[in-house]
């Protein structure tokens, strides 16, 4: 009966999952692509012409044949995460007071100031997600990234889009390639010559860079490429590791600088360079946002040939990079990241990549030889508008014909503004006209592509919900045998339909999925017997969370989440202990008389107060190790979450000692408690794994970080090669130790008989020598009863060696910063279990109420809380790239690195998932380790969890609703930020906040399901193995 109830829960689970996955496909839409490919002759006509159809085959491609190339060469240097203030000289900051990300790039501004005819520095702005690889897409390509793009960062996909590197590579041009093997992905095969480097390890700040460096001056000496592509990472990786604002910072910065200045000399008239960056950075170092720090970043063009006017455009200056003062000196002409698709296309004389919505920047287009003659300057600027506008509307025209739709309101716009180009009576008002067409397109794009299928979130929503609803409805159910087989017919129904369904044809599938919910739903409310709780003090705090969860319609609370699941924590265990200490049902006068019963009721109060004020305190400790997110001005962010690698030498030692103290806690805990218990005695395997196996691990943790803060890079030692070493290690004993330990969870050690013992009454509340009444009754009888170590917490003892061995593993990929915040979020589970076992104790009335599990709410919101206590917020910049390469220099695979991240984001929900089964079993385990909480009015509480033992049928019944109960308020939270997002949708803030969010929370519901389903599985092995041994124990003494 224990594998149906854990079949129908993985059916639940699966339902959620499947419901999920359709809301997100009907909310985060991915773009449209058109298979089409701009030739020489689809510019032809005049902005509002007919339409030319699609053709696939390509013509011979004509250099020069939409306009004449102004340039035979171009440098693209890619300086990833080149904010724009990075590359801005501030004059009226001296050098002792410049931050390092300031005036470093001395070259630059000696460029714009020498040759202001030749060279422009502009403010680069790029759409969100801002992302390197959707950033590279936009630079090809000219379109515009979806939200959902970001989650491809991983995973680097070939561009099959018409875009800028095939147009050339069609024109017979030759490419070269330097740096980030993220260009490798993105354009397999199309490269003349390539030098790539592994991008991901953000740790690293010189190898790419010196790798570009080592091919560089070779590749300009070359005469035979015409696009020379050189990205360098180490100013991103430095924000990653130690934020902008550190010594390292200017020192790549100023490397950059320096290898500007050697290309820009070098440059001859028939080459033009641009160097810039494709995203910014917050204050922090992070990037993935629409903050104006992450959006905004520098683009430099220089060539001697230009001829470029004075700009007298000013804007407000970055908040973070000036410090918050505005500099009235600082000017630049704005443009857009897609902007340069279409003027790098014609100063090369290629055409412009069909889906290309990026506006020609026709000031880059006048040369030295043309600014002599204004009337021709003008006409070329006026010709390449109309080239670029023509080549716009075509694709819009071709996105409506493959099934495509535009507003009425934008295409009526754009069909007065095509009128207003073909009336335009002067140069002048027909330029101007250009520019709003190509302004209005884009605006139009963004807004269609922001558009969601709302019958299939809908169908989603539904789905979840009802799904939800037969969680409840089997929650009530008493028995559960007659939803078994028709849970799993419907499942598999289900996941066959949405397999066969694909990944965009869910609309259908959804209706016929919640339809068969609804039916399946009413089946089980008639077929078995719904009990229908009373209301209570539970129901007060169920609906508590359920005000919670609704919450989430707010974008400040959102925003102010980690304070308020922390308030929600410290309220939830100071309701209870209240409850507890009002609770008096559950005692009765013992026999030892009242004073007994008094004492028993005292000893209950105190306990559930203490265990209250733990966690309340470790509630209001959490403020320390909380992530800054951007909308949080009152938040400073502090050094906790910077790496060891990041913090300045003499700030490692006593990060160090702080992180070497809290995993030596988390070693000593678990250890003590088994040692207390009884279950660290005897030589059993297992035995040795729980004596050895915590402190090996925290050993090994302690000496990766001991090797982080070494100056491993000013010693240039060999050292460095075995920084990776400790954390393998450290997985292999992780793996092999929790395999030995389910193979063979004994924890206990029984006495020989030949041994003579000595034991007290405490003693024998732990070893507790009645297996079961029958056996007693035989040893009575018959022979000496066995004395055993460890039987009241058998079954508990390996779940809580198993969850000691998980820990130091969470800890090393949270990083040494974090630790002390596991270490707080295990007292509060810890303190939760002890205020679980005096609730029930105080309310039950007999021993079957002790197995019935309660608990789910507060463990609910514990894996919430930790969330934020670990360090992390529901937004794309927080995430800890660098967990990625705890114990790997590269990957092979974004499979793993994916993994290793998740696990880090969710280390929460993963300790506190595995360890569920500790709630049914510490209202047994804790009063036999203490008698003095335990229910008076009961007899053999002592025996502890062999009392499991006895009503094998409860227990798997407690179990099974206790994380039915756990998983339907996480699918509960889930449905909650889903309707946000659907009734948000048009938000100000919906792809700021309530996007994150809902991708947030159901990556966290999947990690919720696999490990409370793993720690199911878990409980169940132990709990079986530990049945048979008692058996052959009774067996062998009877």
Not at 39 to 62: A, F, H, N, R, Y
Not at 442 to 465: I, K, N, T, Y
Not at 732 to 759: C, E, F, G, K, R
Not at 913 to 936: D, E, H
Request: hydrophobic residues 45%; aromatic residues 8%.
């Amino acid at each position: 009966m224990e594998m149906a109830r854990i079949v129908v829960l993985a059916c639940v689970m699966q339902l959620l999952l499947i419901s999920t996955m359709m809301f997100m496909q009907g909310f985060l839409l991915t773009r449209h692509v058109v298979n089409a490919t701009s030739t020489c002759s689809v510019p032809e006509g005049e902005l509002g012409d007919p339409i030319p159809p699609m053709g696939q085959t390509k013509t011979p491609c004509v250099p020069g044949c939409w306009q004449s190339a102004s340039f035979k060469k171009a440098i693209l240097l890619v300086v990833d995460a080149l904010r724009f203030d990075f590359m801005w000289y501030n004059e009226s900051l001296g050098a002792d007071k410049a931050p390092p990300y300031h005036n470093r790039m001395v070259q630059v501004h000696k460029l714009l100031s020498k040759h202001p005819e030749n060279s422009r520095l502009y403010r680069f702005v790029a759409h969100a997600p801002t992302t390197t690889q959707q950033r590279l897409k936009g630079l090809t390509t000219g379109s515009l990234p979806t939200f959902i793009d970001a989650g491809l960062n991983f995973a680097s996909e070939e561009i099959t889009e018409d875009n800028l590197i095939d147009q050339l590579l069609h024109c017979g041009r030759n490419l070269t390639v330097l740096g980030d093997d993220t260009w490798g992905s993105l354009f397999p095969r199309r490269f003349t010559r390539s030098a790539l480097f592994p991008s991901f390890n953000v740790l690293d700040l010189d190898t790419v860079d010196d790798g570009i460096l080592a091919h560089l001056d070779e590749e300009l000496a070359r005469p035979d490429w015409q696009l020379l592509v050189a990205h360098f990472l180490g100013v991103d990786h430095c924000g990653h590791r130690y934020g902008p604002d550190h010594p390292a910072m200017a020192h790549k910065l100023g490397q950059m600088d320096q290898v500007i200045g050697h290309v820009a000399s070098q440059l001859k008239e028939d080459t033009v360079l641009f160097v810039l960056g494709d995203h910014g950075m917050t204050r922090t170092g992070d990037h993935g946002g629409d903050s104006d720090d992450e959006v905004t970043a520098g683009l430099l063009a220089y060539s001697p040939e230009l001829a470029l006017r004075p700009t007298l455009k000013t804007f407000p200056s970055s908040g973070t990079g000036s410090q918050g003062k505005e500099d009235n000196d600082q000017r630049a002409t704005v443009v857009a990241q897609v902007d340069l698709v279409p003027t790098l296309a014609l100063l090369l004389g290629v055409p412009i990549p069909h889906a290309n919505l990026g506006l020609v920047m026709e000031d880059l287009l006048v040369m030295q030889h043309g600014a002599k003659e204004p009337d021709g300057a003008l006409q070329t600027r006026l010709q390449a508008l109309a080239l670029n506008a023509r080549q716009v509307d075509i694709y819009l025209g071709h996105y409506q014909h493959s099934g495509g739709n535009f507003p009425p309101k934008f295409l009526e716009r754009l069909e007065t503004l095509r009128e207003e180009v073909r009336q335009a009576p002067d140069t002048a008002k027909k330029l101007r006209a250009y520019h709003a067409f190509l302004m209005e397109a884009r605006e139009m794009c963004e807004e269609v592509w922001a558009r969601f299928d709302l019958p299939q979130m809908m169908s989603g929503l539904s789905l979840a919900v009802l799904v939800l609803v037969l969680a409840m409805v089997l929650l009530l159910q008493k028995e559960l045998r007659p939803v078994g087989v028709s849970m799993v017919v419907l499942t598999v129904l289900v996941t066959v339909a949405a397999a066969a369904a694909g990944s965009t044809q869910f609309i259908g599938l959804g209706l016929a999925a919640t339809v068969g919910v609804a039916i399946f739903v009413l089946h089980v409310s008639r077929a078995g017997h719904v009990h229908i709780p009373h209301f209570s003090f539970g129901t007060v705090m169920w609906c508590g969370v359920a005000l919670l969860g609704l919450a989430g319609l707010s974008n400040s609370f959102v925003v102010s989440e980690d304070r308020i699941w922390a308030f929600a924590l410290a309220s939830a265990v100071c309701l209870e202990a209240l409850h507890t200490s009002l609770a008096t049902p559950g005692l009765s006068k013992g026999s030892n008389g009242d004073d007994v019963w008094k004492q028993a009721k005292r000893t209950q109060r105190h306990v559930s107060v203490c265990a209250a004020a733990v966690v309340v305190v470790a509630a209001r400790c959490s403020s320390a190790f909380w992530k800054c997110r951007e909308e949080q001005n009152w938040c400073q962010p502090n050094h906790l979450h910077t790496v060891m690698p990041g913090l300045p030498q003499d700030a490692r030692g006593p990060r160090l000692l702080w992180a070497a103290a809290a995993a030596l806690v988390l070693a000593w805990a678990p250890c003590k408690w088994l040692a207390h218990c009884g279950n660290a005695n005897g030589s059993h395997l297992s035995v040795q794994i729980a004596r050895v196996g915590p402190w090996l691990c925290s050993a090994l943790t302690i000496g990766f970080w001991a090797l982080q803060a070494a100056p491993l890079e000013r010693l240039d030692t060999a050292l460095l090669a075995y920084v990776v070493l400790p954390p393998r290690f450290l997985f292999a004993v992780v793996a092999v130790s929790i395999t030995l330990i389910l193979m063979t969870p004994h924890l206990v050690y029984q006495v020989p008989p030949t041994a003579t013992t000595t034991t007290t009454t405490s003693q024998l509340e732990v070893m507790v020598p009645q297996l079961v009444r029958a056996l007693q009754e035989q040893q009575e009888h018959r022979r000496r009863p066995p004395v055993v170590y460890g039987l009241a917490t058998a079954v508990s003892a390996p779940c809580v060696l198993v969850a000691a061995l998980i820990v130091p593993l969470l800890s090393v990929l949270a990083g040494d910063g974090a630790t002390p915040a596991l270490v707080l979020l295990v007292v509060c589970q810890a303190a939760a279990l002890l205020l679980t076992a005096a609730a029930t104790a105080s309310s039950a009335t007999s021993k079957n109420d002790l197995i019935r599990g309660r608990g789910a709410l507060v463990w609910f919101i514990i894996s919430i809380y930790g969330f934020y206590l670990m360090g992390h917020q529901p937004t794309l910049p927080s995430l800890h790239w660098t967990s990625a390469f705890v114990g790997f220099r590269e990957h092979s695979t974004t499979i793993l690195p994916a993994i290793m991240i998740a696990i880090n984001t969710y280390s929460s929900h993963i300790l506190v998932g595995l360890t569920l089964p500790l709630v049914i079993l510490a209202p047994l385990a804790l009063p036999a380790i203490f008698p003095s909480i335990k229910n008076t009015s009961m007899e053999g509480l002592g025996r502890g969890e062999l009392l499991l033992l006895d009503n094998v049928e409860a227990t798997h019944s407690a179990l099974w609703r206790t994380s039915l109960s756990y998983i339907s308020l996480h699918a509960f939270k889930v449905i909650c930020t889903m309707v946000a997002a659907l009734v948000l949708r048009r938000h100000l803030m919906v792809w700021k906040i309530f996007a994150p969010h809902v991708i947030f929370e159901a990556a966290g519901l999947v990690v919720t399901c696999v490990s409370v389903l793993a720690g199911n599985l878990i409980f169940l092995c132990v709990f079986k193995k530990v049945d048979r041994w008692t058996e052959e124990l009774s067996r062998k003494h009877s």
